[in-house]
């Protein structure tokens, strides 16, 4: 089983300012399959991005992944409010697919 | 637009079977591309991806949870199902029922379902 760490567990940062969030595996995830989902209190998760890099349909520009193997980032360029949340980055490449633990993005 | 429904018991008592269903519209669980399954959260915990199940029949289940999760597929009323046997307290979590595209990431969620399992 690919166990998925994120790390920070919190991460504080301004409005307006760049968020970065990492996302390592124990071992390496096949042809890049790692994406990142946005969770928001009492809210399903929201797929934000597949195949490490390609954003999913409707998603802001501001959103980008990046990243290989075994150590991948997403990264959100200019906070907006509407963007502190849970991110989660989940692996799909080997079963049984799995989920990192979360990073808690708030506001500073 | 496609939207997924959970419907079920919210409380479970231990060793009994937790039953869900998960109601599609909006869409077809019949067609080629559908591909579904369930994904769970205890409570201020992450995601479990439980068990799914593909058009052509197949499943694939959590190792964890294998030998005591099915997921099976009802195509005459659009939906599908997860039952979770011998529960325990640990299996007390949100479960959302969800499309999943063919490589395996979550293309749509229902708005998910909190079971208890307590006595």
């Known amino acids: 089983e690919i166990v998925l760490t994120q790390s920070p567990g919190t991460l504080s940062v301004s409005p307006g300012e760049r968020a970065t969030l990492s996302c390592r595996a124990s071992?390496?995830?096949?042809?890049?399959?790692l994406a990142w989902y946005q969770q928001k209190p009492g809210q399903a998760p929201r797929l934000l991005i597949y195949?490490?890099?390609s954003r999913a349909s409707g998603i802001p520009d501001r959103f980008s992944g990046s990243g290989s193997g075994t150590d991948f980032t997403l990264t959100i360029s200019r906070l907006e409010p509407e963007d502190f949340a849970v991110y989660y980055c989940?692996?799909?490449?080997?079963?049984?697919?799995?989920f990192g633990q979360g990073t808690r993005l708030e506001i500073k | 637009q496609l939207q997924l429904q959970e419907s079920g018991p919210r409380l479970v008592k231990p060793s009994e079977t937790l039953s869900l269903t998960c109601t599609v519209s909006?869409?077809?669980?019949?067609?080629?591309?559908?591909?579904c399954g369930w994904i769970r959260q205890p409570p201020g915990k992450g995601l479990e991806w439980v068990g799914s199940?593909?058009?052509?029949?197949?499943?694939y289940y959590n190792p964890s949870l294998k030998s005591r999760v099915t997921v099976s597929v009802d195509t005459s009323n659009n939906q599908f199902s997860l039952k979770l046997t011998s529960v325990t307290a640990a299996d007390t979590a949100v479960y959302y029922c969800?499309?999943?595209?063919?490589?395996?990431?979550?293309?749509?969620w229902g708005q998910g379902t909190l079971v208890i399992v307590s006595s």
């Open positions: 071992q390496s995830v096949s042809s890049r399959k």
């Open positions: 195949g490490a890099s």
């Open positions: 989940q692996q799909y490449g080997s079963f049984p697919i799995t």
């Open positions: 199940i593909y058009y052509s029949g197949s499943t």
């Open positions: 909006g869409g077809s669980i019949s067609s080629s591309n559908f591909y």
């Open positions: 969800a499309k999943i595209t063919a490589a395996g990431t979550v293309e749509y």
